[in-house]
């Protein structure tokens, strides 16, 4: 689902399925809205949890997995996240302020990070949900 489906009740929904529904268990990706939250609150927590990428000169890429605990739920929610630190854009002009960019999913999937922010990228279509019920979730297959 997109960033407009991040709703809380949604995670709710989707787990009370998973419990009800023992034999036939989805997998989902919420893409998550930072509307509450900080890029830099995830670049803190993506520096101390693992190492990075670096695809060119002045930008990191930082790929990791964590767990939130929610009142509502039963279970907890297994987050994914995507942090972009560049120091330097894409024309080798060097930024005084370092620009950060994250992508955040809450997940009921067993794929890596990295695995999961490509297949949302490849599953998204602007505009639409995606129904995990319907959606194929081996993106290792891609």
């Known amino acids: 689902m997109d960033s407009g489906n991040d709703a809380l009740d949604n995670l709710v929904e989707c ?9 036939i268990q989805i997998d989902y990706i919420i893409k998550r809205n930072l509307r509450k939250e900080s890029p830099l609150e995830w670049l803190d927590l993506a520096r ?5 990428t670096q695809p060119r000169a ?27 630190e560049r120091t330097i854009d894409c024309k080798g002009q060097q930024l005084l302020v370092p620009e950060v960019e994250a ?19 490849r599953l998204h279509l602007p505009g639409r949900s995606i129904n995990p019920a319907f959606a194929p979730m081996d993106f290792g297959l891609w």
Request: aromatic share 16%.
């Open 103 to 121: 992508e955040i999913y809450s997940v009921f999937a067993s794929d890596s990070p990295s695995t999961t922010s490509f297949g949302y990228s």
């Open 15 to 23: 787990q009370k399925f998973n419990q009800q529904h023992k034999s």
């Open 48 to 52: 101390k949890s693992g190492p990075s």
């Open 58 to 84: 002045g930008k990191k890429v930082y790929f990791g997995r964590c767990v939130r605990e929610y009142a509502e739920l039963e279970k907890p929610v297994s987050i994914v996240y995507k942090v972009i």
